[in-house]
């Protein structure tokens, strides 16, 4: 059982910058995918950003691509999402998630273990 705790987290005006930090404890062996979600209110978890362990191959929504960095640290089992120029539109529950590519990733497929998540709240 793997136990992913985020921090980092908090509210930020549009074009600021923040750091989320997932911290894995216990079987951290195994799950080939390291990823990070998100979930606005009222709208559906997607993927945001996930990257291959064995190989550091990274991909990221269209959306957010070439403003946020997945980022691991393996010795210290830790997972890091670098978020800059933030816009409202980011203001979601972050998670980060631990697991395969499975049917339907972007919503979850495939994820073994799961974060409690993080709130990000981006004012305009």
């Known amino acids: 059982q793997v136990r992913l705790e985020e921090s980092g987290g908090g509210s930020v005006q549009a074009g600021g910058s923040l750091r989320l930090t997932c911290t894995a404890s216990?079987?951290?062996?195994?799950?080939?995918?390291v990823a990070w979600f998100r979930q606005a209110p009222g709208k559906e978890r997607e993927a945001v950003a996930n990257?291959?362990?064995?190989?550091?191959?990274?991909y990221y929504k269209y959306s957010v691509k070439g403003r946020f960095t997945i980022s691991l640290d393996s010795a210290n089992n830790t997972l890091y999402l670098q978020m800059d120029n933030l816009k409202p539109e980011g203001t979601a529950m972050y998670c980060c998630?631990?697991?395969?590519?499975?049917?339907?990733?972007?919503?979850?497929?495939?994820?073994?273990?799961w974060g409690k998540g993080i709130m990000i709240t981006v004012s305009s």
């Open positions: 998630a631990h697991g395969e590519i499975g049917m339907n990733f972007e919503a979850g497929g495939g994820i073994r273990d």
């Open positions: 990257m291959y362990r064995r190989t550091s191959i990274t």
């Open positions: 216990g079987s951290t062996t195994g799950a080939p995918i």
